[in-house]
């Protein structure tokens, strides 16, 4: 399992760093799938530059970096042909109801089962925790973005008695659960 959960993405040097490091590939031959479909609001698409940029910034170059917008699902054969998902920010609720209505919640289950890596940005980091029924299970705790310091450092185990908070800094890094989730900031 290679996920990671941010508030605002590929924000500082250290999240990036882990980021390429997740990735595992040359970022010259990364093929990225980016679903800015929670940005439906006029503050969370004014931010889909800065999203995009995220990939660019690693060398993702941009022909490699495909634009879906979940109005249907994608197969899990053409999924995997994907190195990193990139869900963005916006509408969290309206984000889910897009995956589960289309049937893409299996198929991005399944992909990050095979390891497939997927980066969630804001809304598209909550989706994940259980803030929403119909969220796709990954964190057994709510979760909170965009907070003025985050809950904790280092390693993570769930449950959790509180919601897990991160900062605008921070990014929780999983790759198993509950065994092995790390949440780094600065």
Same mark, same amino acid.
């Given at each position: 399992?290679?996920?990671?959960?941010?508030?605002?993405?590929?924000?500082?040097?250290?999240?990036?760093?882990?980021?390429?490091?997740?990735? *595992?590939?040359?970022?010259?031959?990364?093929?990225?799938?980016?679903?800015?479909?929670?940005?439906?609001?006029?503050?969370?698409?004014?931010?889909?530059?800065?999203?995009?940029?995220?990939?660019?910034?690693?060398?993702?170059?941009?022909? $490699?970096?495909?634009?879906?917008?979940?109005?249907?699902?994608?197969?899990?054969?053409?999924?995997?042909?994907?190195?990193?998902?990139?869900?963005?920010?916006?509408?969290?609720?309206?984000?889910?109801?897009?995956?589960?209505?289309?049937?893409?919640?299996?198929?991005?289950?399944?992909?990050?089962?095979?390891?497939?890596?997927?980066?969630?940005?804001?809304? *598209?980091?909550?989706?994940?925790? $259980?803030?929403?029924?119909?969220?796709?299970?990954?964190? $057994?705790?709510?979760?909170?973005?965009?907070?003025?310091?985050?809950?904790?450092?280092?390693?993570?185990?769930?449950?959790?008695?509180?919601?897990?908070?991160?900062?605008?800094?921070?990014?929780?890094?999983?790759?198993?659960?509950?065994?092995?989730?790390?949440?780094?900031?600065?």
């Amino acid at each position: 399992m290679r996920v990671m959960l941010t508030s605002c993405g590929l924000e500082t040097k250290q999240i990036k760093e882990a980021f390429l490091k997740m990735l *595992g590939k040359e970022p010259a031959e990364t093929k990225a799938l980016f679903i800015p479909t929670a940005a439906i609001d006029a503050d969370a698409i004014e931010v889909l530059p800065k999203c995009m940029h995220d990939l660019l910034k690693c060398d993702i170059p941009k022909e $490699n970096i495909r634009v879906f917008d979940l109005h249907q699902n994608i197969s899990i054969d053409e999924l995997k042909t994907y190195d990193v998902v990139y869900l963005t920010g916006g509408r969290t609720s309206y984000l889910l109801e897009r995956i589960n209505d289309t049937g893409f919640r299996d198929t991005l289950l399944a992909y990050i089962r095979d390891g497939g890596f997927v980066i969630g940005v804001s809304a *598209g980091s909550i989706i994940f925790a $259980n803030n929403l029924q119909g969220n796709l299970g990954l964190l $057994n705790t709510k979760l909170d973005v965009h907070c003025e310091a985050s809950s904790y450092t280092g390693k993570v185990s769930f449950p959790l008695i509180e919601n897990l908070r991160l900062s605008n800094t921070a990014a929780i890094l999983i790759r198993s659960i509950p065994d092995d989730a790390i949440i780094i900031d600065g």
